[in-house]
Nanobody, 120 residues
């Protein structure tokens, strides 16, 4: 069964940092994009960032300059470093694979999500 496993969520104060990790289970990364998405209560899922096999990245305007996506091909892991966190960054963060840009409907494989809560 193809799935993604996320980790690294938690509770952090505004201005703090978290690093999320995503690794595949049951398959290996190939040429597809790997994306991070988030969903806040009562809101639609939105794209946060994505990265290609070659390391080309894309970010939502709301996180540019604060978040950084990276990948370690040897460890088969993708990371989302989140700095200067704001309460509006709160939500469930999902890793996804095989889609196009930051369009969630195009991604075929998803993780179970990890909760990020930014609150004082």
């Amino acid at each position: 069964q193809l799935q993604l496993v996320e980790s690294g969520g938690g509770l952090v104060q505004p201005g703090g940092s978290l690093r999320l990790s995503c690794a595949p289970s049951g398959f290996t990364w190939k040429n597809g994009l790997i994306g991070w998405f988030r969903q806040a209560p009562g809101k639609e899922r939105e794209g946060v960032s994505c990265i290609s096999r070659g390391g080309i990245t894309n970010y939502a305007d709301s996180v540019k300059g604060r978040f950084a996506i990276s990948r370690d091909n040897a460890k088969k892991t993708v990371y989302l470093q989140m700095n200067s966190l704001k309460p509006e960054d709160t939500g469930v963060y999902y890793c996804a694979y095989g889609g196009s840009g930051l369009v969630s409907q195009t991604y075929t494989t998803w993780g179970q999500g990890t909760q990020v809560t930014v609150s004082s």
